[in-house]
């Protein structure tokens, strides 16, 4: 489901719109959730998936910025490492399953296993210039590894759900 113009900014749009509102949502329900679940994830992964890798870098790098400015969250110390990490998600999702052709586990895995080496480069370059609340390998075996990882399944159960039926959805709808 490849969109151009008018679409692009329509579903781009709305899917960074997603990106900001799930993780609000999550975290009302209840805040560690959203560290666990990694709600912004979602919109940007089916962002570069469903409108295309351009799509996806853009929520990917947008996302966690406005969401920090609008809602408070992520905390600041996050932001900088989602900005590297979210785009990567989105721009591999996109490049992979739109352009390469590959399959949505493949694609998504690959967007899922880059973007996380993403985070964890940002994460020493960061802990080299502020102290975190964490140290470096706290962050990475708490956070990137095992508190994210019911995130990690939930993103390898819905996304492809979710691309799967919206495919289905657009080929019924051209005939």
């Given amino acids: 489901m490849a969109a151009s113009g008018t679409r692009f900014i329509a579903h781009t749009s709305l899917l960074l719109?997603?990106?900001?509102?799930?993780?609000?949502?999550?975290?009302?329900?209840?805040?560690?959730f959203a560290r666990v679940l990694l709600p912004m994830h979602l919109p940007v992964l089916l962002a570069g998936m469903l409108v295309?890798?351009?799509?996806?870098?853009?929520?990917?790098?947008?996302?966690?910025?406005?969401?920090a400015l609008i809602t408070g969250l992520p905390p600041a110390y996050a932001v900088p490492l989602m900005t590297?990490?979210?785009?990567?998600?989105?721009?591999?999702?996109?490049?992979?399953?739109?352009?390469?052709k590959w399959n949505v586990y493949a694609s998504l895995l690959t967007a899922m296993v880059l973007g996380r080496l993403m985070f964890v480069i940002a994460l020493l370059v960061l802990a080299s210039f502020i102290a975190l609340p964490y140290t470096a390998a706290e962050y990475f075996t708490t956070g990137v590894l095992t508190a994210s990882l019911p995130g990690l399944v939930l993103q390898l159960v819905i996304v492809p759900?979710?691309?799967?039926?919206?495919?289905?959805?657009?080929?019924?709808?051209?005939?």
């Fill in 52 to 67: 295309g890798p351009a799509s996806g870098l853009l929520v990917g790098l947008l996302a966690p910025g406005l969401s």
């Fill in 17 to 32: 719109a997603l990106a900001v509102l799930l993780p609000l949502g999550v975290h009302y329900v209840n805040p560690l």
């Fill in 84 to 100: 590297l990490e979210l785009p990567v998600y989105g721009l591999v999702a996109g490049l992979t399953y739109m352009r390469f």
């Fill in 161 to 175: 759900v979710i691309v799967t039926a919206v495919k289905r959805k657009s080929a019924r709808s051209r005939y």
